[in-house]
Structure formats: C-alpha cells, structure tokens
C-alpha cells in the first residue's frame, strides 16, 4: 500500500527521499511523486508505474535541486482513482502539497462543502480534499500548524499524511490506523512509513501513536495525542537491516525468501525454545481459560495459517478454536460469551483488517497476542501480547518464510496449552521439542527438490485453471497453494477440501485440467487418494505431492513429486510445514516462466493498510 516520505533539513532532500520510496517500493504501488520546496517555491516530479520512471525524471533536475532541503514523496497504490498522472501523489492545493496512505471515509462529504465554496477539484482522489481544507484554513488562520490540526479534527477514516506548506521549512504529519514513523537525524528529521525504510538515514526512531499528529523541523520535532496534548514518545534505537535486504545473488526476492527457510526456521525455533527445552510461550498471558475457545483472525495467507492453528491446538489441547476473516470478524457483531481469546497473526503488523478486528476484541474483552514479524508495528504496539516469528525482513509481496514461522508459533502453543492442560505428557512434550529442532534441517532436503518442482511448473504453465485439494490438516494448504499461484502468475486457481469435491467443484473438472493435491500418511490417506481416482476418472490431469510413506498406495498416479518422510510420529503433525516448500516453489516457478512480476505482482501490496 502507500509508502510515505517526508525528510526537512537534509540536503538532496529529493534523492534522500527517492531512496526512502525505493526502501519502501516492497508494498506495492502503481506511480509515485516528490514534492520540495526550491527558494519557497513548490514544485513536483511525477511518474507512473515504477520507481525508475520517477527517478529518471529526478536526475534530469538533480543538479539544480541538490541543496534543497525539504521534500516528502509517496509511492500510491490507487484506491479512489485511476492511475493517471493527476492522482498520483503529491496532491497540491495553491501552495500545499500532501501525501497520504488510507482512506478518508467522509471526504464525498467534504468534497461536497468545498464545492460549494467554489472550489475545483483537479484529482478523483479522496487525498484532495486535505489540501483543499488546509488551503481555506490557511486564509483564515495564516498558521499552517492550526491549519493542519483542524483539518484532523475535520477528515474521518483510517489514514496517515504528510503536508508542507511552501512558506515554512517544516513538514506537518498525522496518522490514525495508519502507520508512521518518525526519524531523528543529526540536524535533520524524517518521516516514513515504517522504521526500516528509514534505517540508512537514522539511528533513532519515534513511533506514533494512534491518532497523534506532529511538526518537524531540521532540528525539532513536536507531538501532540489526540487530546492535543503535547507529549514525549519513546525514542528507539535502531540498527539498519538494509544489507539483508539484497537477492543473495538469488533472481527474485521470493526466490531468496523460499531458500532461506531452514536458517529463517532455526531463529524462529531458537526465540522458542529455552535452552532448557522449555517453549518460551505464555498462555496465562493469552487468557486461555477452562471451557473458554480461543477465536483466530488474520488475513490472506496468515488466515491459512491459522487454519493449520486450529487443527494442532484442538488436537492437542482440546480448546475450542474458531478461525475469522479479519475483515468479517470486525462487522459481524460476535458472539464472544464462549471465548477469552483472541490470537490475530500479521507478517506485517500492519494489516488495518487485522488491526481492526483485534481493536474489535479488546473492545469485547477479548485478550489479544499477536504473531507478528514485526516488532513495533502497530498489532504489534497494540497487543496484550506477542510472539515474534523472526523472520526477518519479507520483501517479496507472497508471503512464504513468514508463512511457515507462523506456522512453527502456532504449532508450539498448541503443545505448550496442551501440557499445561495435562492433556500430553511431558515424554511427548519433550519428543515435540525434540522433533522441532529438526524441522529446518528437513526443509532443506525438500528445497533440493526444487528441478521436480521446475518441470511441475513447466508442464502447468499454460492452463487456464488449476485446482489444489488438500484433506485434514492439508485442506488450509490446498488453499495456500491456490492463493499463492494466482496472485504470482495470474492463472484462476482455487483450493478444495479433497472431500469436498463431489459437493460441486467436480463438475470444474474438464479433460486435462491440472489437480494438485497434497498428501501425507495421517490415516485419511485412502480416503483423499479415492478423492483423487474420482478426479483422475473425469479427465483431471493429476500431480501428486505426497511423503515417501504413502509411495505403495499412489501406484497409478503419473504426475508426482515424492517428498521424503520425517519422523515417524511427527510426520502428518508437521506435514503442513513441509507442504508450504511445494506449494511456494510451483507457484513462483510457474510465475517465473510466464515472466510475470514476482516480486510485485500487479495489483498487489505487501502491506495492505486499506479497508
Ligand atoms: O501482513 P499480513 O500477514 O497481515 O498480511 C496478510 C495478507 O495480506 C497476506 O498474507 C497476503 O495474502 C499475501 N500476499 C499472501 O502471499
């Protein structure tokens, strides 16, 4: 989604900040803009499409613009209008310019009372109205900070923006859902969108709060809470991640992200598990409580991940899971009398479906532990508790390392309820500990399968439509499988539960259409591969994904990639970690013969701060 800069007192404030929008490039966008003042004079640069484009414009300037010294920029992700050049970011309004991420829910209102005073709207963007309504404050009050404060009193919704006015050296911002993040150089400051963007120019990071707003200035900055009330934020040191953010000589981030899992996994298992073999896990933290369930929100493929959760800790644990939609969740009105809980998993933390529907928890008094990626982001700040997965930083837009550190959390607090409830014993409970740390070790030998998966995706690359099934605990990872193909290389794909399919998709099934199925030898074997006979009776072009165990039963199966076997009692339990490397690996391999963009699929964004 948007990506915001704004940097004051920094010289080639405009190149500083089109290295910002580049660190942020990673969560999706369509066009992108600078804004600066050259001897108080506002100007822009704008470009459509990628960052490069924007850039080539900049260096036709950048001689003449060197000693400018405030700038703001915005890479947009359009939602309320097209991705043409008038709406691209910075919106200006006489001698105001603005960037904003979110949505201002009123703004069909307020466009309607500036309308009537006259005033030409020049965008179809909901952001214009902002500098529209400071432009008018701005004539009564000829103070930019008052103008700025009553404008945030005025607009509605989920957002963060960013507005400089050409008089001034100083750059406003305000945030409400909406992430921002600001950053305290030696003689200069900076805003951005989140603390890594920003990671090259600045040690020290402040993170708003919710519905703070603030001034900068090259050597001050003032923030003000919702009562506006000037208050002191936490400063936080931080150290720059950027070195990790190169491909490793990899072609594609994703590609980079996929290979790295078993070294992602030993430091998402190493936060977990204490040296004594304890799992560093809370549940008294989370409120789980005798006869109370525990509800999972999230979205996309954090919400399969959650699926998996609620398999491993019903089994386990025997408490009731419910798994949401983040974004139904928050709409519905539940009914919260059967739970004390509440888990929502986010990679970035930043999810305003997630955020929202944890908000809507704690509102119902719901305690709230977040599995996040991302310490400091706002699910993360907000949470009664949380569980990092240390993943590290996940720039490819399709969510793979992230996918399966949540997976690993969510496994270890199902066993660890599960052994304060007394319902395993502590010699399973040691044995799962135990199996964990050999968890990274196994991905790697199903990675050095990657060639089987090239020729899967060779042979599937040209098909209109391909469906994954999945049963049991492999159900959350047909659908995973499915997301993840379509939102990389466009093709329709859908997920089913294999025991689903003579309830309806069956009839989908046309002569040589490719069916992936996942498979593991958890005692429903017979049943999904009968499932699959009836697939392959109908014409269906199977390719099997199965363990070694299951190698006598798949006889008749052409198609099929043989995933070795894990440890006998562990093996279906972690099956769904395993799955994700096939499941990642055909979709990008598929992506990559059809040359579509990997690591920024259309439409797409890594950080979906929009409703
Ligand atoms: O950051 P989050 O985990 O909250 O993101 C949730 C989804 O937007 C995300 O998983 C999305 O579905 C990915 N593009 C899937 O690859």
Redesign the pocket.
Known sequence: MCGIVGIVGKNNACKHALNVLKNLEYRGYDSAGLAFLKNNDLNTIKALGKLNELKSKFETLEEEIKDVLIAIGHTRWATHGKVVLENTHPILSENIAVVHNGIIENHDQIRLELKEKKVIFETTTDTEVIPHLLSISMKNTNNFFNACVSVVDKIEGAYAFAAIHSSKEEIFVARKTSPLVLGLGYGYNIVGSDAQSISQLVNEVIYLNDGDYAILNKTKIQIYDTNNMKVEREKINIKSNYNILSKNGYKHFMEKEIHEQPNVLINTIGSLVREENELNIFPEKMNIKKNYGITIC?????HYAAMVGKYWIEKFSSVPVNVELSSEYRYRNPATSMYSSMIV????G??ID?LMAMREAKRLNLKTTAITNVENSSIDREADYSIYTHAGPEVG???TK?FTSQLIVLLSIAMKIAINNKKITIDKYNDFIKNLKLVPNFLSKILSLNEEFIKLAQSIKNSQNILYLGRGILYPLALEGA??LK?LSYIHSEGFAAGEMKHGPIALIEEGMPIIMFLTSDGMEEKSISNLQEALARGGNIFLISDKKNLKKIHNIQNKVIVPSFQENWNDIFSPIFMSIPAQLIAYHVARERGTDVDQPRN?AK??TVE
């Open positions: 999230a979205a996309g493929t954090s998993i986010s990679q970035s930043e999810s997630t837009v399709a969510s992230s997301l993840k939102e797409l950080s979906v």
